[in-house]
């Protein structure tokens, strides 16, 4: 059933971390064979058993599983204030639970482990007592008995950084600290100094450096609030849900797993310490009122000084923490075609090695969100972007945008067009990459269309590709003239566009091509018939989607206004798009398409008829009509 602590639709019963586990540490305790930590286990147990009876009363069934439309509900009948106060509760008790159930296992495997060897060693030792081997990991730290305890010798009444470099010396040799050495430092460690010594700094970017083993050392040091005491602002982001279904992780989690992807990628930069760290606080702003980027960029600049580095080392981390999504909301989202995007970011970063560190926290950062966030195609996007903005900070100019020549492909699907009157479309399915485990990930699906100019294409053509369960991830629309047999020219529009299937199998182009011939004259009522398939699949009660936003953005594109729309993901959303931008004469140029669980962000790239920039009045006026529109 998953981790009940990092659920958003958590399972209260069966989740590891749930009640059964609780059930089964007072079993483990009554049996005398170990005994489970008992700082918090009652307190967590009765906060699970009290949110399953509100759940019981509000949903008058037995169920076991906190669904979303359900939470606010219950957070009432507990007297909380809203969800997101229930479900840091639940996170909480989840994770008091989930931890005394590691120390209790592998406290009963140590018990039978000793039972099943003391005999032979009592024998061979003339009945004496053996004692269990300690090996040195580092100053004041060893491992006995499969756990990394303290030294003899070693003080933390004295040594204030004797916490970190046990937790980096048990990530490193992927060990779990002893649950006794957690709780002694806790209450005995000498407090740590500000700014850390270099010491601890370097001791922290080691633990945050060991990859997947970083996870159970920070869980343990996080259990007795040694984190929080170190790093004060982490408590605003412990146990923080995250509501987007994008993300597998709550905020504080989602952090740590973030430095462990970006553990694997410290061989491509130049300051592995600088991604290290700002992966662990790119998001330490959220939680706290407007953009958490902004937010971030102050707590994390006290959080860097905290830890000790210098100025600039503070500006380069701050400068992370504020530009985390800016390159993959800029791939995705803009025309990199156009100069002004690359020297938009370029301004932004102002060095290659901010941008190199940039573009390694970009991809940490979305393999560490959840499989929706990354991809080979969104790689390929931000590769290219950060090619063009390494050229740009290296002195060069990026060229102007000049109108593409068509490939052959094109040339000969706009002839044919030419030839018949109607669509010619063609599909082509992009080489394959291999993805991160080494196994062939498709790039996605080339469609062609070539057909004589004329209104409604766009929300023609992306009308058919809904119906047909077609994902529009880019498009490119562009107009050219063709010589014809009678001397004259002839208008003709090609569409590039790049499609991934929902599900199941690619259709064929000539349905396509049927579909978006009778949608084109008519016949095929496009509206009514998406509209029939959302009428199917009815939201869930109780979950109400936040309206749509248009925006002018900010952009000094000399070649095309840019509008971006956000709303609720769904069927035919750039046909609606399509269909309000025709009835606002204006014509599109390009548009990206990027879609994370259930909010959509298209940006559109559109000029007057006569290929020139809109006015600022006439953009605000356009993205108001299309606002209007969408509601």
């Not at 018990?111 to 580092?138: E, F, H, I, N, W």
């Not at 052959?408 to 009157?421: D, F, I, K, Y």
Request: hydrophobic share 45%.
């Amino acid at each position: 059933m998953g981790e009940l602590q990092f659920l958003l639709e958590p399972d209260l019963k069966e989740a590891r971390g749930g009640l059964r586990d609780a059930t089964a540490l007072r079993a483990v305790a009554a049996s005398w064979v170990a005994d489970a930590p008992r700082e918090g286990l009652s307190e967590a147990r009765r906060v699970l058993l009290d949110a399953r009876d509100a759940l019981h009363l509000t949903t008058g069934r037995a169920t076991d599983r906190l669904a979303l439309q359900e939470q606010d509900q219950v957070a009432a009948e507990l007297g909380l204030l809203d969800a997101d106060v229930l479900l840091r509760q639940v996170y909480e008790a989840a994770r008091t639970v989930s931890y005394a159930t590691d120390v209790t296992w592998r406290e009963v495997n140590r018990v039978l482990r000793a039972r099943s060897v003391r005999p032979r060693l009592r024998a061979m030792l003339g009945g004496g007592k053996p004692v269990p081997d300690r090996t040195p990991l580092a100053d004041g730290v060893v491992e006995a008995d499969g756990e990394v305890v303290l030294a003899r010798t070693a003080r933390p009444e004295k040594d204030a950084v004797l916490t970190l470099r046990a937790a980096a010396a048990a990530a490193e040799s992927g060990l779990p600290l002893s649950r006794h050495l957690v709780r002694h430092l806790a209450s005995a460690a000498r407090p740590m100094p500000v700014p850390w010594p270099a010491e601890a700094r370097e001791e922290l970017v080691t633990l945050l450096g060991a990859g997947e083993a970083t996870v159970g050392v920070w869980e343990a040091l996080e259990s007795e609030g040694i984190i929080t005491r170190l790093l004060p602002d982490w408590e605003r982001v412990h146990c923080r849900p995250q509501r987007n279904p994008v993300h597998t992780w709550t905020v504080d989690r989602h952090l740590v797993e973030t430095a462990v992807r970006a553990a694997t990628l410290t061989r491509r930069v130049g300051r592995p310490d600088l991604l290290l760290v700002a992966a662990l606080l790119h998001d330490i702003g959220k939680g706290w009122p407007g953009d958490h980027s902004v937010a971030g960029e102050v707590i994390a600049r006290d959080m860097a000084a905290r830890i000790g580095f210098d100025t600039h080392d503070v500006g380069v981390v701050c400068t992370l923490v504020r530009h985390h999504l800016l390159l993959i909301e800029t791939a995705t989202r803009r025309d990199l075609d156009d100069p002004a995007t690359v020297r938009s970011v370029a301004a932004a970063l102002g060095s290659a090695s901010t941008l190199e560190l940039l573009h390694a926290l970009t991809e940490a950062d979305a393999l560490a969100t959840g499989p929706a966030a990354w991809s080979t195609w969104r790689a390929s996007l931000v590769t290219d972007l950060v090619r063009r903005v390494a050229a740009v900070l290296a002195g060069e100019a990026p060229p102007e945008p000049e109108p593409a020549a068509p490939s052959a492909e094109q040339e000969r699907l706009a002839v044919e067009a030419l030839r018949t009157g109607e669509p010619v479309l063609a599909l082509h399915t992009q080489p394959e990459t291999p993805a991160d485990d080494g196994e062939p990930e498709p790039v996605g699906v080339e469609l062609l269309i070539a057909l004589p100019d004329r209104p409604g294409v766009l929300p023609a053509a992306a009308g058919v590709l809904a119906l047909h369960r077609l994902t529009v991830r880019a498009a490119d629309l562009r107009a050219v003239e063709l010589p014809t047999e009678l001397g004259d020219t002839a208008d003709l529009l090609l569409l590039s566009w790049r499609v991934a299937a929902e599900f199941g199998a690619l259709p064929q182009a000539a349905r396509l091509r049927a579909d978006l011939v009778r949608a084109l004259d008519g016949s095929l009522d496009i509206r009514a018939r998406l509209a029939e398939r959302e009428a199917a699949y009815p939201r869930r009660r109780g979950v109400k989607a936040p309206p749509p936003r248009v925006t002018v953005a900010a952009a000094d594109s000399k070649v095309a206004t840019v509008i971006e729309v956000r709303a609720q993901d769904a069927p035919g959303l750039l046909h609606r798009i399509g269909q309000a931008l025709e009835q606002s004469a204006v014509r599109v140029r390009s548009a990206h398409v990027s879609t994370l669980g259930a909010n959509a962000v298209d940006t559109v790239y559109v000029t007057r008829q006569d290929g020139t920039v809109l006015s600022g009045a006439e953009a605000t006026a356009l993205a108001k009509a299309l606002e209007d529109a969408l509601r």
